[in-house]
């Protein structure tokens, strides 16, 4: 079966910084990737996935996520962060079925 | 085109009810499936139905059922509540043709249990 560890729960970081949100996966079989986001009380939005090819993925809103198969990483970037990418965010692994992890709160102070 | 709609969108209930919470996918989508949030556990998966069959099941009690209807709109129902049953019960719709396919999700409904 597969799992996802996001492996900080917490990441303040300062309007304009880089970030990076990690994400372990581990599966006996290939999977797919995916991060998602979610604002308060609202339900999930897709972020970037990755299904096969480059490794490096891009999605919306500036951010981009690079599959490692060797380190079973998915790690979510974005180079530049705004007040409005305070969230939550959620790193997922579909094989039969979508595996979420635990989830990191982002929060982008001024 | 319309995104996922669940209804309601809040919900209080008393130990002992039963509840069914409605979620109608993205048009064309006959794939729903389910999921509960909670601070504790998480986003954890429910089931999947697929034209109007169950393809998939989480680990969950058998208190929490679903179904869907030939036009793909779904139901769950959880019996006889707990209070641990208070949470978020998210949907997510897709096309359901693959796995890689992404999964829509909708606003979620609020239950809690007193």
Redesign the interface.
């Known amino acids: 079966a597969q799992s996802v560890t996001q492996l900080d729960s917490q990441v303040p970081v300062f309007e304009e910084a880089p970030v990076e949100l990690r994400c372990n996966y581990s599966s006996s079989v290939s999977v797919y990737l995916f991060w998602y986001v979610q604002y308060p009380n609202q339900g999930l939005q897709l972020l970037l996935k990755y299904l096969s090819g480059s490794t490096l993925v891009k999605g919306i809103n500036g951010f981009e996520a690079e599959f490692n198969k060797s380190q079973t990483s998915f790690h979510l970037r974005k180079p530049s962060v705004h007040i409005s990418d305070t969230a939550e965010y959620f790193c997922a692994v579909r094989n039969n079925d979508m595996r979420f992890g635990a989830g990191t709160r982002l929060t982008v102070k001024p | 085109k319309a995104g ?1 709609t669940q209804t309601p969108r809040y919900l209080i209930k008393t130990r002992g009810q039963q509840v069914t919470l409605s979620c109608s996918p993205i048009s064309g989508h006959r794939s729903v ?1 389910w ?1 509960q949030q909670t601070p504790g556990q ?4 429910l089931f ?1 139905y697929f034209s109007e069959t169950q393809r ?1 099941k ?1 680990n969950f009690p058998g208190r929490f059922s679903g179904r869907q209807f030939s036009n793909s709109r779904s139901e769950m129902n959880v019996s006889t509540l707990e209070l641990g049953d208070s949470a978020l019960y ?1 949907c ?1 719709s897709s096309l359901g043709r693959e ?2 396919e ?7 409904t609020r239950l809690l249990v007193l």
């Open positions: 996922v499936s999921y998480g986003l954890q998966f999947e998939n989480g998210l997510a796995r890689r992404t999964q829509y999700f909708g606003p979620g």
